[in-house]
Every structure is written in C-alpha cells, then in structure tokens.
C-alpha cells in the first residue's frame, strides 16, 4: 500500500462533495454568453468542468478550455469539449499573440497569488487580438456571504480580489474600458429572493371619524356633521377625540417604522450582495 498523498482531482472531487455540477455552473454562467458576442475563438483559461466551453460551442463559437487539472480534463475529453490540458499562465505564455478574439475565467484568480494574477491578465492582453474581450469572475469581496463562508469553504483559496483592483491591472497591462459588477444568477445568499419589503407608504390614509363638515360644503357631506351630532347626543365625543388622536399617533409610528425598515434594507443591501463578481475589459 503506498503512503504517498494522493493531490490528483482534489478540486474535482470537492466539488461534486459540495454540490457544485455541471447544471449549476451552466445557469449561473448563461450571464456571461452575451459579453462575448462578435466573437469567435475563443479561451476558457481554469475551465474546470468546462460548462461554459459548451455554452459557447452551442452558440456557434470556436471555444476550447484550458486546465492542469487531470482529472477535468479527462472528463472534459470524454465529453468531448475541446481542451487543452496545462498551466493557464505557461500556456497564455506560449499562445501566438493576437490569436484569441475572447478570454474567460470562472474563479481561478482567487486561488493565485497577485503576482500570477497579474501576469495571467498580461499575458490575455497579448494573447487577445484588437478589440478582443477578457472577463474574470470571482467571489464578491463586496458580499458578506463570502467572508462569512463560502470563500473559507475552499482550500485552495488564496486571496480576495475586490473588482476594482482587477481592473486596475487591467488597466495598467493596456486594457480599456473596464467594467466590473455582480452576476445576478446565484442568489442573493444571506436572505434568498424573498428579501423584499412591502410597507406602506406615505400615501396611505387612516380614516378620520365624526370630522365636523362646513356648512359650506355639500349636502352629502353634512352626514359627518349628523355624526358629529349623534356622538355628543349619546355622550360619545371625548371618545372620538382621543380615538382620532390615537389614529394619528399610529400614523406618525407607522411612518416612523416604515423609515427604519427602509434603513435596515439599505443596509442589507450593502451586505447581502450576489457572491460572483466579474470584470471586463477591451484591449485597444
């Protein structure tokens, strides 16, 4: 028996553990198909189980994937999504500049150091020919769910990259219009889809009865009045006076609340973000 540690497919298996299948990962990724549009060769650099390689492939574009990982890549190939199995850096390297119109890559930046990361989005900038598109999704530093957990539930995890410092190498290597925001498709974590309030608003009316009508105002009206009338007849009119002034404490309460309940939404807002982030750029 060898007491040798066995590393091949570790990523793989975990994630079939977590739950993490090819369905999942091809609804979550749909979102990204459109910013590759006009494209047609086209690289998945950490393609992993290569969903969006086939996402592409299906819309018509020349699309393959590349990753060091056996394991993928022998599934890959048995499902015969075009792939290419070595280091994502070593091959954008090797790649003849200007030969890819599109790069994507799904969640691999978090698992490099800055300095890899770095030359990763250099060598895309060489690889991609004029007007070529790159876009990298990460987990959202800006989302509190992935502080909480899910970026602590990877081992291989090895630093945030809020989006605006992604674009800021994008930046300097040469890239222009850089653009970074949140996908939409996995769910807001923290508290589902149902996060949605339903307060009145100020627009609301709380009735006001026994109100005393003018005499100048028409006949239909002067029913208040008869109200009015038949109250203080049977004695009740200091009880409609503190009946409508609770009415309208209970207005000014209502609105009170409906003001922090609009507070504490800002402020879940902020936190309960999407977990994927992504950034996009052009080289020039």
């Not at 890549?73 to 070593?90: K, S």
């Not at 876009?135 to 509190?144: D, G, M």
Request: glycine share 6%; charged share 20%; with cysteine.
């Amino acid at each position: 028996m060898s007491d040798s540690v066995d590393w091949t497919g570790l990523d793989y298996d975990f994630l079939r553990y977590t739950g993490v299948t090819p369905s999942v990962q091809r609804q979550n990724q749909k979102f990204y198909l459109p910013f590759f549009q006009g494209c047609q060769r086209v690289a998945d650099v950490g393609c992993g189980d290569g969903d969006f390689v086939e996402l592409l492939c299906e819309q018509g574009l020349d699309a393959f994937g590349v990753d060091s990982d056996p394991i993928a890549v022998q599934h890959l190939r048995e499902r015969q999504v075009p792939v290419v199995e070595a280091d994502v850096v070593t091959y954008l390297k090797s790649t003849e500049p200007e030969s890819l119109d599109g790069i994507f890559s799904a969640h691999l930046v978090e698992h490099l150091p800055y300095q890899a990361v770095y030359e990763l989005i250099h060598y895309a900038h060489r690889a991609l020919k004029p007007c070529g598109k790159i876009v990298l999704t990460t987990p959202n530093a800006r989302a509190l769910v992935s502080h909480l957990e899910m970026y602590w539930m990877h081992f291989g995890h090895v630093a945030f990259y809020h989006p605006r410092l992604l674009c800021f190498f994008l930046h300097r290597v040469g890239f222009q219009n850089e653009v970074w925001g949140e996908n939409p498709a996995p769910p807001h974590p923290l508290s589902g889809e149902s996060f949605i309030y339903e307060v009145p608003g100020n627009d609301f009316e709380i009735p006001v009865y026994w109100e005393a009508v003018p005499a100048n105002r028409s006949l239909s009206k002067w029913r208040g009045v008869l109200r009015l009338r038949l109250a203080r007849l049977l004695g009740l009119d200091d009880v409609v006076r503190q009946t409508n002034l609770r009415l309208q404490q209970l207005t000014v309460q209502t609105n009170q609340l409906h003001t922090e309940v609009n507070r504490l939404a800002a402020v879940m807002d902020r936190l309960d973000r999407p977990f994927e982030c992504y950034v996009t750029a052009v080289k020039k």
